[in-house]
């Protein structure tokens, strides 16, 4: 999945409030290259990985990173856990660990997961990354234990239609440890 053999250091990553700054350019590039993680800041849509600028990254995104070793996260000269990154992504997001689950069950799916808030979801999902396909699905994390309303339905399916997407409620089961994807797919008679 990951071009792992081209990583020859953890690449260090800055927290500052609830993101992850990668400050050198080069570690920007490598990271947003393995696996299109983060966003160039103050490029909206790189149009390839030969970008010059800091590389900032979500709690989910930057934990993942962290717990597969490819970077280690510093509060200014200071060494921040895992254990410290996963309490923060907690605060900060809300059903963080099923949130993480899904996020950490795509990206071992090889697809490329980026934060959804500008569909109205919780992750906008890849096949092949920002700049060479549209994102084909946007998707909810909800519980097994929670219903899916028609209200919901309804405004998943008008929202993917406008957006042109495959809307998919990714529902976990904690206790079984699973993931069932549900896919809704639109059509006009």
């Not at 993942?64 to 900060?92: C, H, P, T, W």
């Not at 799916?109 to 946007?138: L, Q, S």
Request: charged fraction near 30%; include cysteine.
């Amino acid at each position: 999945m990951f071009e792992n053999k081209k990583i020859e250091k953890k690449i260090q990553a800055e927290l500052i409030n609830d993101r992850l700054i990668v400050w050198n350019f080069e570690d920007s590039r490598q990271l947003y290259k393995i696996g299109f993680f983060g966003k160039p800041i103050g490029i909206p849509k790189p149009k390839n990985f030969d970008f010059n600028a800091p590389l900032t990254l979500d709690l989910i995104e930057g934990l993942y990173l962290a717990k597969e070793g490819i970077i280690e996260v510093f509060k200014g000269r200071k060494k921040v856990s895992i254990n410290s990154l996963e309490s923060l992504a907690k605060k900060y997001h809300e059903r963080f660990e099923m949130k993480y689950k899904v996020y950490s069950d795509l990206r071992k799916k090889n697809y490329v997961v980026t934060p959804g808030i500008k569909f109205g979801c919780d992750f906008a999902v890849y096949e092949h990354g920002p700049g060479y396909d549209h994102a084909p699905f946007i998707l909810t994390v909800k519980s097994n234990k929670e219903e899916i309303t028609a209200t919901e339905l309804v405004r998943a399916g008008r929202l993917a239609t406008t957006v042109k997407k495959k809307f998919v409620f990714a529902i976990v089961d904690s206790q079984k440890d699973t993931i069932d994807y549900l896919v809704s797919k639109w059509w006009k008679t």
